[in-house]
Structures are given as C-alpha cells and as structure tokens.
C-alpha cells in the first residue's frame, strides 16, 4: 500500500483543490481548462453507492484516463497497476470534507469502497463511452485479497 502523502503508480496524482468560502457558502473548483489536469474531457458521469462498504472494482483501461471527484460521502480507491506478475497496489481515502481529484491514468486497474451512506462520485473520462467499452479489463473484487478494503487499525 502506499505511505501517505506518497505516490509509486506512474501517472497516478491526488490534486487537493481549495475551498473558496464566504458569508454565502462554499465553491471548489473541479475542472478549470487552465490548470491542465485534464485533458479533452468526452464524458462526465456520476456514480452513488447507497450504502456503506459498497465495492465497486476491479475495472481499468489501457487508453483511458480518468478523474475522480467525491461530491458526497467519502470513498477508499485501490489502484493497481495492470502489470499483474508484479502488482503495485496503493490506497487513498478521499472525502467530500477535504476536496481533491484523483487521477487516475491508462494502464491502472481501479476500484473504490464507500465509507458512508450516500457517498456520490463524478467522474470524467478522456473517452467516449463507445472508446471505453472498447478497451475494458476487469477484475474479481477480491483479485488481490480481502485485505485491500479493510481498515487498519492504528
């Protein structure tokens, strides 16, 4: 798994983004063409788990980029290179309290377990959907042991 803080996956990167608040509210900025994060965007998406410990994996793509954001609840994604004789797993829990992207490039398996009720993710892809369908490799949740998805205590 990965130390905190730190990245080994080629391409991965965790963007925390900033909150803008005021008397009004708050705003974070997801997506700015700016910032160069991201490339030409061809798909937003959203997808929710209704409950706790929900998983939803294994799933990557050896073309395809993809970004997520967490718009409520909080998640635990696994990424997994898709080098299989010798896999590097990391972890990161991401929570709508602390805004950040998670970016995750071609050739990583991804997959994430809500952690609250209602966790609700955008997503955005560099594909279509008919692109993505096209180069999609999955895996058995459990490919790399139960042990991925559980807390540890410390």
């Known amino acids: 798994m990965s130390k905190e803080g730190v990245i080994m996956l080629p391409g991965v990167k ?37 409950e706790r410990g929900m998983i939803r994996a294994f799933h990557g ?11 409520n609840g909080s998640v635990r994604f696994v990424l997994v290179g898709m080098n299989l004789e010798n896999p590097k797993i990391e972890s990161y829990v991401i929570s709508a309290r602390k805004p950040q992207v998670l970016v995750v490039p071609p050739g ?3 997959g994430w377990q809500s952690l609250e009720e209602n966790t ?22 459990l490919h790399f ?3 991925v998805w559980k807390t540890k205590p410390r």
């Open 14 to 50: 965790l963007v925390t983004l900033d909150w803008k608040i005021d008397d009004r509210g708050y705003l974070a900025q997801v997506f700015h063409s700016a910032d160069k994060l991201f490339p030409e965007a061809k798909r937003i998406y959203v997808v929710g788990n209704f």
């Open 108 to 110: 990583t398996y991804n």
């Open 61 to 71: 793509h050896k073309q395809e980029s993809k970004y997520f954001f967490v718009l």
């Open 145 to 147: 042991g139960k042990d």
């Open 120 to 141: 609700l993710l955008l997503a955005i892809s560099d594909k279509t959907l008919e692109e993505s369908l096209n180069d999609d490799f999955r895996l058995d949740p």
